[in-house]
């Protein structure tokens, strides 16, 4: 039965009643993977899921400060509606908030009834019909990252970081999290049921890691999604701030937005393992690895979304640098982890925090299935601690150069819709071009009192 049967409704809206829910929280994403959503009167959701929720189209092409982006469909088409029916299937209980139940949104548009093109899940859902057309089923595991902040009108941005112990990666407990937000948080993802697995201290103060299960890509990617959601609630509902911004601190590191890929046939066995390949991968995952490597240049403007994303590259940043691969290797924008059989899988660490889990995962799924199509053996894996600019091409070291090889990429934008790269090219550029036109703090503290 489809999600939007009446039947199927009826019985999913008598068992939120019994379960004393009164609201659902119907979520979509936009363009950045930031939460759009509609609190729904459980009365009135048969007819939210019969005849949708109406959103103004232009939802997609707002900027965090609130402007509208002139992008085709948005402004100049009048500012038309696009509709958003929940996805019954993805309905769970939010454990902080009682009495409601939240679940995702399906976007079409309201004239025809098609996706609309902007919609990053249903993005990733159109490059997955397309790798199951060539027997690719991809599997993720997201791992994200997120600083913690106190409000403070003095410091830069209004924020301070939660903490500021330093030594204490891969630590837990009060040393590096004085009130236990660390615990909280994982308690309450675990009720939400999104797979969450563990959670750490990361390597500078405040800064904290959280590990999801591996699983098929699509439901990878909604709880990637619903975890960034939920973690950023969660510390508003302490009076903090989360933030998986790139590079919120001059003086600290950036935060990643690392996933775990791998491939299953229709049997569901990982064929990323292979006993008798080269280091004990098959020709899928070897071709993989190329795929990712050829259209990383691409990749950065969906996986390294913003102006700020290219703050996290550099030398010695445990982030990519360069356009390479390794086995094991940390230093590597593709690392392969030790485990093979079931477990043979690629790290992809050039994505950053900011990242929209879903164009994470679909343009990654994109590259993969290239680099399959084209069958095409990667170079020698690094050795030793990379950085070596002698060694790799460097990745694009600005958004707008990421956009430009965005663009270039024909193999890559057919794959994921001229439309939408349109729509997203245009977003972004606008970003780049308010950005320069920006007085930053920077600028006044270098120049306002020697010039």
């Known amino acids: 039965m489809s999600a939007h049967d009446p039947s199927l409704t009826r019985e999913h809206t008598e068992r ?15 363009l950045l993977g930031t939460d759009r959503a509609r609190d729904v009167l459980l009365d009135h959701l048969p007819a939210a899921c019969a005849h949708g929720l109406a959103f103004c189209r232009a ?9 509208v982006v002139p ?38 548009d309201a004239r025809t009834g098609a996706p609309m093109p902007e919609s990053p899940r249903d993005l990733l859902r159109t490059v997955l019909a397309r790798c199951a057309e060539h027997g690719l089923h ?25 903490s500021t112990a330093a030594g204490t990666v891969y630590t837990a407990g009060l040393r590096a999290d004085p009130e236990n937000h660390l615990l909280r948080t994982l308690r309450s993802l675990r009720d939400l049921g999104i797979g969450v697995t563990t959670g750490n201290h990361e390597f500078d103060g405040s800064q904290f890691e959280i590990n999801l299960a591996h699983s098929r890509a699509l439901d990878a990617a909604d709880r990637a999604f619903r975890l960034k959601s939920a973690v950023k609630e969660l510390a508003r509902a302490e009076g903090r701030t989360a933030t998986f911004m790139a590079k919120p601190f001059n003086d600290a590191g950036g935060s990643g ?50 102006v700020n994303s290219y703050k996290r590259f550099g030398p010695d940043t ?48 994109a590259a993969v299935l290239l680099g399959v199509r084209d069958a095409v053996e990667p170079a020698a894996p690094l050795k030793g601690y990379g950085y070596d600019s002698a060694s790799a091409p460097l990745l694009p070291a600005s958004l707008p150069a990421a956009l430009d090889a965005l663009e270039a990429d024909t193999g890559l934008t ?27 703090d920077w600028e006044l503290d270098e120049y306002a009192d020697h010039l």
């Open 138 to 162: 991809p599997v993720a595991g997201p791992e994200l990252e997120y600083f913690l902040c106190e409000t403070d009108p003095g410091a830069p941005g209004g924020r301070r970081r939660y």
């Open 71 to 108: 992008v085709t469909g948005g402004l100049e088409a009048g500012l038309p509606d696009m509709l958003v029916r929940p996805d019954l299937s993805t309905l769970a209980p939010l454990p902080w908030e009682p009495g409601v139940a939240s679940c995702l949104g399906d976007v079409t």
């Open 414 to 440: 057919q794959l994921l819709g001229k439309e939408f790269v349109s729509a997203y090219v245009t977003y972004k550029r606008d970003e780049v071009g308010r950005f320069q036109q920006h007085v930053t």
């Open 16 to 30: 939120l009643a019994e379960a004393g829910i009164d609201v659902v929280r119907v979520v979509y994403p936009d």
């Open 257 to 306: 937005f690392h996933v775990h890929l791998s491939c299953v046939d229709g049997e569901g066995a990982n064929t990323f393992d292979d006993p008798e390949g080269p280091y004990g991968l098959s020709a899928t995952a070897l071709h993989a690895v190329t795929g990712l490597l050829a259209h990383a240049p691409a990749l950065a403007a969906l996986l390294n979304p913003t």
């Open 59 to 67: 939802v997609y092409h707002t900027t965090p400060r609130g402007e």
């Open 318 to 365: 445990l982030a990519p640098w360069l356009i390479d691969w390794g086995l094991d290797n940390r230093s590597a924008m593709v690392r392969v982890p030790p485990e093979r059989g079931a477990g043979a899988r690629l790290e992809l660490r050039l994505g950053d925090a900011a990242a929209n889990p879903y164009l994470l995962v679909a343009a990654a799924s």
